[in-house]
């Protein structure tokens, strides 16, 4: 079934102000705000009473849009479907391949066109009359996702291109509301501060006054975290999580072991791509939940997991919380590229049992949304007596391919993870901002990654 996206109303539309008025405009828009109901009066509006959510937008890709007109609504630095359709009316009304993701082709046209129409211009709107138009329903904004259940304050850090003018603030106030509910207005407030990097890292002391008083802290990091970042340092001390998204890491061996230097350092990470591995978690331990199978779990001296080509971080995030409850320890690490691209790792046991792992990158012709999502995992043993066979997949051809790699041991249990609706980031986030602080489980198997990882560095 699809959910009718919200009505949005606007308390205000997008507003140019001062750094230091920010805080002084968003009291007087609930001061001021006048939404009239159906019996002419007007309804309670609740604001910022639940968490503070900042957001670093690695890039101007959605700043771009908005000024050119293809993106309506406040940049709120999330690269949700409605910038997606954007991107690809980008694409089809230039020509370019329709991806509806930021291609290097189509943020370089933005940027020529942006530059042509900016001497044109006097004053670039991020987005204002959006809550006249109403939101897409097709188009759902992760941010009114979040609202629509949490009243709270978004400040988006939007890093654009050009010379250093300083950093550009604006606020706005957007209720979702959906008919049949509660007349009281659940409204987000939004504060946007766009600049160079250089700019916002100067003006990162203000930020953390901006965060709400007494309620949880939360900065999504959409670059990859970089320890030596000024501006996330800052940011990071002050916030209860720090969310980040390893689907979308260029290198992701390379900023995986970043995330757990981060952890090292006592920074409370969260990323949503672990999340995403729950369903293949939770079936991995009904598997060995029977008595005789649980027995089982020491024989296991083989794990195969195939995902789509592009990014192992998932493979390598179930692998390490593998390791981790099984207590195996990486002996060696071995990658190669190709048609497929293959990594191999070799654990020892406490026992001193060898496990030898394959993790395969497959080629595949419909890519999801999420980058390296996994197909199927194949546990078992080279003793054919055990009972310890399992394969879990996503789709019949998974689990197909993993059966006819064969082996010494039989199947014992086939399972299928049946629906991966929660792999969209808008609801990872909306569950994530439900929890915060250190989580061991992540942090644990972070850790073996690590080691897996550090191997290759040697070799």
Not at 157 to 178: H, M, N, T
Not at 214 to 228: R, V
Not at 303 to 311: P, Q, S
Not at 348 to 373: C, H, K
Request: proline share 5%; glycine share 8%.
């Amino acid at each position: 079934m699809t959910l009718q996206a919200p009505t949005i109303f606007s308390l205000q539309a997008p507003k140019d102000v001062s750094l230091t008025d920010i805080e002084a405009e968003l009291s007087q828009i609930w001061q001021s705000y006048g939404i009239a109901g159906e019996d002419g009066t007007l309804p309670a509006a609740t604001r910022a009473t639940t968490f503070t959510l900042v957001v670093y937008e690695p890039e101007e890709t959605q700043y771009l849009l908005a000024a050119l007109g293809f993106y309506n609504g406040p940049i709120d630095g999330i690269l949700g479907p409605q910038t997606q359709a954007a991107l690809r009316e980008v694409q089809n009304k230039y020509g370019l391949q329709e991806t509806g993701t930021a291609t290097p082709e189509t943020v370089a046209l933005l940027r020529e066109e942006f530059a042509k129409r900016r001497t044109n211009e006097a004053k670039i709107d991020y987005g204002a009359g959006a809550a006249s138009s109403g939101l897409d329903a097709k188009s759902p904004r992760i941010a009114d996702e979040i609202a629509l259940r949490n009243p709270c304050r978004i400040i988006t850090l939007v890093p654009i291109a050009g010379e250093d003018e300083g950093v550009k603030a604006q606020v706005s106030a957007y209720c979702p509301i959906q008919k049949g509910s509660s007349s009281t207005l659940v409204c987000c407030e939004y504060i946007a501060l766009s600049g160079t990097a250089a700019a916002l890292e100067r003006i990162g002391g203000m930020v953390p006054a901006l965060l709400v008083g007494g309620l949880p802290k939360f900065l999504w990091w959409k670059a990859t975290p970089d320890p030596n970042n000024c501006l996330f340092k800052r940011l990071a001390a002050v916030c209860n999580n720090v969310i980040v998204d390893s689907c979308n890491f260029n290198e992701p061996e390379t900023d995986l072991l970043s995330l757990q230097a981060l952890v090292e350092n006592g920074v409370p990470l969260a990323d949503l791509n672990w999340r995403r591995l729950s369903a293949w978690q939770e079936l991995t331990a009904e598997a060995y939940d029977p008595p005789q199978r649980r027995a089982a779990l020491v024989e296991i001296d083989k794990v195969n997991i195939d995902y789509e080509k592009g990014n192992p971080a998932q493979a390598l995030l179930f692998l390490g919380w593998l390791a981790s409850r099984l207590n195996w320890h990486p002996v060696s690490y071995q990658k190669e590229s190709g048609d497929y691209d293959i990594t191999r790792v070799r654990f020892t046991a406490n026992d001193q049992r060898q496990i030898e792992a394959e993790l395969v990158g497959v080629p595949v012709a419909d890519v999801g949304e999420v980058p390296g999502d996994l197909i199927a995992l194949r546990l078992s043993s080279t003793n054919p007596q055990a009972n310890c066979g399992t394969v879990i997949c996503s789709e019949t051809g998974g689990c197909m391919r993993m059966e006819t790699q064969g082996g010494a041991q039989s199947v014992g249990l086939f399972q299928q993870v049946t629906s991966l609706s929660e792999q969209k980031a808008e609801v990872l986030l909306s569950q994530q901002v439900q929890r915060w602080g250190h989580e061991a489980l992540f942090e644990e198997s972070l850790a073996v990654i690590g080691q897996i990882l550090k191997l290759g560095v040697k070799n």
